[in-house]
Nanobody, 123 residues
């Protein structure tokens, strides 16, 4: 089992920045693909970004590409999401996600979830 705990959400004005962090505990992390999803009110949970265990390969949803940066510290078992140039439409609950040995791009692909952290962007 892998436990994921997010932190760093909050309220920010449009154009501002926030940094989310996810700490993983439990089993070995070397083959673990980690990333983020988000869910806005009344909408389905959607993929945001993911990063492989070595921190080299990263993938972003088109809606956040160029504004968000995902990074990973394998020694600390953490994954961060730096969110810049935030827009009101980025408002959502952000969830840390993980899966062993395989990429994910939909919520059905994810094995482990964090509890979520609220991000609110005011206009």
């Amino acid at each position: 089992q892998v436990q994921l705990v997010e932190s760093g959400g909050g309220l920010v004005q449009a154009g501002g920045s926030l940094r989310l962090s996810c700490a993983a505990s439990g089993r070995s992390f070397s083959p673990l693909v980690m990333g983020w999803f988000r869910q806005a009110p009344g909408k389905e949970r959607e993929f945001v970004a993911r990063i492989v265990w070595n921190g080299i390969t990263r993938y972003y949803a088109d809606s956040v590409k160029g504004r968000y940066i995902i990074s990973r510290d394998s020694a600390k078992n953490t994954v961060d999401l730096q969110m810049n140039s935030l827009k009101p439409e980025d408002t959502a609950v952000y969830y840390c996600a993980a899966r062993y040995n395989s990429d994910f791009s939909t919520q059905d692909d994810v094995k482990y979830w964090g509890q979520g952290t609220q991000v609110t962007v005011s206009s």
